[in-house]
């Protein structure tokens, strides 16, 4: 497998030992994630090659980020690309279960963002590694809203992208636990296509819900004005 980086405007990122490589999901969370200015402490939930605190750290310059990885294949990656971007100072990662990390954290974080593993019924796959990147084994939606709740400040925010099915079961839970939906983004190849995932916002205060949609592209295959205007700081290709 090649070693090269997919590279972005302001960084790089190693991914050849992520069984989950950069893709559309988390480079779409990390851009969207965060309704406010500014924020003090994020953190990261399952962070893969550290794509997601990386382009959080390019977008909030105050910030400093945690994160968390079960993996330690892909915590060494992370932090590969932590230390080789502009931010090191200011990325800090773990390697450790998140069911452990929150019942061990005392300190709350004003941001707390997730591409969380979705798969409990599907088949698996014979590569461990890309188990237990996919499949709830490793870490339950129940086990994650838990942790998000204990670790989440008072006026904080829990962004996490998901499918369209799990997104509801999610939000259920979410809701029964006592958070509330802020903010619903649909995803969608282009307009006239089935939704291919939701990114949703819960905070711990009431607000009114904000329901956004995204398309990655223009019915002639083009990519749409409000994607490339979203990932102009980002993707070279723009």
């Known amino acids: 497998m090649s070693n090269r980086p997919f590279r972005f405007k302001k960084f790089d ?9 950069v893709g559309t999901d988390g480079v779409l969370l990390g851009a969207l994630s965060g ?18 605190s990386l382009m959080l750290a390019q977008r909030f310059e105050k910030a400093y980020i945690q994160g968390v990885e079960i993996d330690f294949d892909a915590f060494e990656q992370a932090n590969q690309n932590a230390r080789s971007s502009p931010w090191f100072d200011r990325l800090s ?9 929150f019942q061990n954290y005392e300190e709350r974080f004003d941001l707390i963002v997730s591409n969380p593993p979705y798969f409990a019924s599907h088949l698996k ?7 237990l990147a996919l499949h709830t084994d490793s870490l339950s939606f129940e086990a994650l809203l838990k942790g998000v709740n ?15 099915y799990e997104t509801n079961i999610v ?14 983004i649909e995803i969608k190849d282009s307009m006239e296509k089935t ?6 916002s819960f905070t711990k205060n009431r607000n009114e819900i904000l329901n956004k949609s995204l398309s990655i ?10 994607y490339k205007n979203l990932l102009k700081d980002f993707l070279i290709i723009f």
Not at 217 to 225: A, C, F, H, P, T
Request: proline share 3%; net charge negative.
């Open 13 to 21: 990122v190693h991914h050849d030992k992520c069984a989950m490589k």
């Open 35 to 52: 309704e406010k200015p500014h924020y003090s402490k994020i953190l990261e939930i399952g962070l893969g090659t550290g794509l997601v």
């Open 93 to 101: 990662f773990e390697h450790e279960d998140f069911n452990e990390f």
């Open 125 to 131: 796959s014979p590569n461990a590694k890309r188990n």
């Open 150 to 164: 204990q670790l989440l400040s008072e006026k904080g925010e829990f962004w996490v992208i998901l499918p369209e």
């Open 171 to 184: 939000t259920d839970m979410a809701v029964d636990m006592g958070f509330f939906l802020r903010i619903s």
């Open 195 to 200: 939704i291919l995932r939701k990114i949703s």
């Open 217 to 226: 592209k223009e019915l002639n295959g083009e990519y749409s004005n409000d």
